[in-house]
């Protein structure tokens, strides 16, 4: 008698949604809220029917689902300019898992440029006009930011990585604890012997970079240690960062934290500019573990955002959004972690 095909099987057709159910034990619904509202599900229930869907190669027919529940599938993210001379490669991973987790349960994410100031709002206005978006995902979010209450006026289902830094609270967001992180870095230099640490910043008034230098002074102030800090006049400019940081080792610094890798690299240029070797004569942190923390020689201490972690965090609280447009608003602070490298040795002596 000639063998079934297996359900699974490319020749016996295209895998369903009802197939994948029974594969994993559960009801249609429970598929469909896998891929569309997986907020709703038990993370191990989550877990075995997203493997299921992978084991099978089950992709949703997206045209039939948009007609069904009159949605694009579709997730807006806009894309802001660096300052000129600045780079973010930190970024890619946060994108990269964003997009992933939104694959995985159907979405796309759809990139427009946005840029700050009084143009920020129109690519948001034309996406919704012409392309139906779902929601959005918003990142540089800062002091004055318009675009929460704009959605929110507007019942646009949105998630901030980031917070809003100012004014009321709206909506969900998802963001790095930036503070725990620079004080973590304190400890760690303490712990090595440091008592005169200084803190190069970014120029006030930047919510993240606030936030960073608020973590060094709480645990400054814990440790019983004089406070001093320098705030560089641009976000991560190399010569601003150098030039910053020169009264912070004239002025007898043994260690210097800084709010990110390309501050810390300023920091770096000074040192070299004085004929001083950063790690061995002054410890230095930095701040987002780019790749040019690795690649510095020494190599450069930083804190680590968790941004894959954060980038999963956005899909799940969007999706958790669209499918319950009135549930409280939900926030997440995710911690970072310390990376510890040649520059950051004990104290000699």
């Known amino acids: 008698m000639p063998r079934s095909p297996d359900s699974s ?11 994948v159910a029974r594969r994993a034990g559960v009801s249609p619904q429970t598929v469909s809220n896998a891929l569309n509202s997986p907020g709703l599900l038990r993370p191990e229930t989550l877990e075995r029917v997203l493997r299921t869907i992978d084991e099978m190669g089950y992709r949703p027919h997206r045209a039939a689902q948009a007609l069904r529940t009159r949605s694009s599938k579709l997730i807006g993210y806009g894309i802001r300019p660096n300052p000129p001379g600045t780079t973010a490669p930190v970024m890619d ?16 994410v759809l990139l427009f440029a946005s840029p ?18 779902d929601g959005f995902v918003l990142s540089g979010t800062d002091r004055g930011d318009q ?7 507007r019942g646009v289902p949105f998630v901030g990585f980031g917070r809003m830094w100012s004014g009321r609270q709206i909506g969900d967001w998802a963001d790095v604890d ?26 006030r008034g930047s919510g993240v970079g606030d936030d960073r230098a608020e973590g060094w002074q709480r645990a400054m102030r814990r440790h019983g ?35 990110s890798d390309m501050l810390a690299l300023g ?11 950063p790690g061995r ?28 972690a954060v980038g999963r965090e956005c899909v799940r609280l969007l999706l958790a959004r669209m499918a319950n447009p009135d549930a409280p608003p939900e926030r997440v602070l995710l911690e970072p972690s310390l990376v510890v490298r040649e520059s950051t040795p004990a104290l000699a002596g």
């Open 178 to 203: 930036g503070a725990s992180g620079t004080d973590a870095a304190v400890d760690h230099l303490v712990g090595l012997g440091h008592r005169k640490i200084a803190f190069l910043g970014w120029p």
């Open 267 to 277: 920091c770096y240029h000074a040192l070299r500019e004085r004929e001083a070797v």
């Open 9 to 19: 099987s490319p020749k016996a057709g295209p895998v369903t949604l009802a197939m």
């Open 281 to 308: 004569d002054v410890a230095v942190v930095g701040f987002d573990d780019s790749p040019t923390a690795a690649l510095l020689s020494p190599g450069l201490s930083t804190v680590a955002q968790p941004l894959e």
């Open 147 to 153: 675009r929460q209450a704009w959605l929110a006026r």
């Open 225 to 259: 240690l004089p406070i001093r800090g320098r705030r560089a006049q641009s976000v991560d400019d190399i010569d601003s960062a150098q030039a910053a940081a020169g009264p912070l080792l004239d002025a007898g610094a043994t260690a210097v934290i800084a709010a």
């Open 93 to 108: 991973r946060f994108l990269h898992a964003l997009s992933q987790t939104a694959d995985e349960a159907g979405y796309r």
């Open 116 to 133: 700050p100031g009084a143009g920020a709002l129109d690519g948001y206005e034309e996406l919704l006009d012409l392309h139906r978006v």
